[in-house]
């Protein structure tokens, strides 16, 4: 009995320690599969290393510590033919984030190719995420900080991480562009862009495979695109209720392995 009671106790301590990490979650999304076509029109490059959903953004999400936050970008496929430090080679990532702190910029550059912001909602916050140590921070203020990247362990995730001390308290009010693209080390702003070849994009359109956005609607990911104009997905959940439904369910396991272990 005091083995199970010791047991038991381990695994009250275990399950509620992994409750307080995932109470850190500020806020998830999930992106619609197999819409990584831009606004309808763009192909992938011919060559045989752009293997299909490399570009297919699935889940986005943000989450804290004590020392860091995380941004987390989950694609259908991640390769790594050309061994980039980082462990992934082909995405190519803009996140911009309105905080609602500052006014924001407005405007948002796709190597050539300008964009817009939703007018009420300007960005103060850009994560640029490349391969080969190319991921920086942008404030609003000028300030240019190298951000950690790097794929988590189920091999379809890249994770952004962040010192806390560069940004504002996170808060899972705060609204997200996320902007997916191929990553070209000799291109402007390395945005691999439309052209002829087996390593160009193909089809028509700004070279943004997957948006962050409903697949139908007026801010779908087509209408954003096609119309040059972008708006921003936000949360709305707070991470409180998050861990109390959680917590919920701790408990509830809780009791049903107590009531086990007491029947043996």
């Known amino acids: 009995?005091?083995?199970?009671?010791?047991?038991?106790?381990?695994?009250?301590v275990l399950l509620?320690?992994?409750q307080v990490l995932a109470a850190e979650i500020l806020v998830q999304f999930k992106d619609p599969r197999g819409d990584?076509?831009?606004?309808?029109?763009?192909?992938?490059?011919?060559?045989?290393v752009f293997v299909p959903g490399l570009f297919d953004l699935l889940r986005f999400r943000v989450s804290a510590d004590g020392e860091f936050v995380y941004f987390d970008c989950e694609f259908a496929a991640l390769t790594n033919p050309f061994r980039a430090p980082?462990?992934?080679?082909?995405?190519?990532?803009?996140?911009?984030?309105?905080?609602?702190?500052?006014?924001?910029?407005?405007?948002?550059?796709?190597?050539?190719?300008?964009?817009?912001?939703?007018?009420?909602?300007g960005w103060d916050l850009r994560l640029s995420a490349a391969p080969f140590g190319e991921s920086r921070l942008y404030t609003a203020g000028g300030a240019v900080h190298e951000v950690a990247a790097s794929v988590l362990p189920d091999g379809r995730?890249?994770?952004?991480?962040?010192?806390?001390s560069l940004l504002p308290d996170p808060s899972p009010a705060w609204g997200y562009y996320l902007l997916v693209g191929a990553?070209?080390?000799?291109?402007?702003?390395?945005?691999?862009?439309?052209?002829?070849?087996?390593?160009?994009?193909?089809?028509?359109g700004v070279p943004v495979f997957d948006?962050?956005?409903?697949?139908?609607g007026a801010r779908s990911q087509r209408a954003q695109l096609s119309?040059?104009?972008?708006?921003?997905?936000?949360?709305g959940k707070s991470p409180v209720w998050s861990w109390l439904a959680g917590g919920a369910g701790v408990l509830i396991i809780c009791c049903l392995l107590w009531r086990w272990l007491r029947g043996t």
């Open 1 to 12: 009995m005091a083995v199970n009671r010791l047991a038991l106790g381990l695994l009250v």
């Open 16 to 18: 509620v320690s992994a």
């Open 36 to 48: 990584d076509r831009g606004a309808g029109e763009l192909v992938y490059p011919g060559h045989e």
């Open 86 to 121: 980082e462990g992934y080679f082909h995405q190519r990532l803009e996140l911009y984030i309105t905080t609602g702190i500052e006014p924001g910029w407005g405007q948002i550059q796709i190597g050539p190719h300008l964009l817009h912001t939703s007018p009420e909602a």
């Open 157 to 164: 995730t890249i994770r952004l991480q962040v010192p806390r």
């Open 183 to 204: 990553f070209d080390g000799l291109a402007p702003g390395f945005w691999r862009d439309l052209g002829e070849g087996p390593w160009q994009v193909g089809g028509a």
């Open 211 to 216: 948006l962050l956005a409903p697949r139908w």
């Open 227 to 235: 119309g040059g104009v972008l708006y921003p997905v936000y949360g």
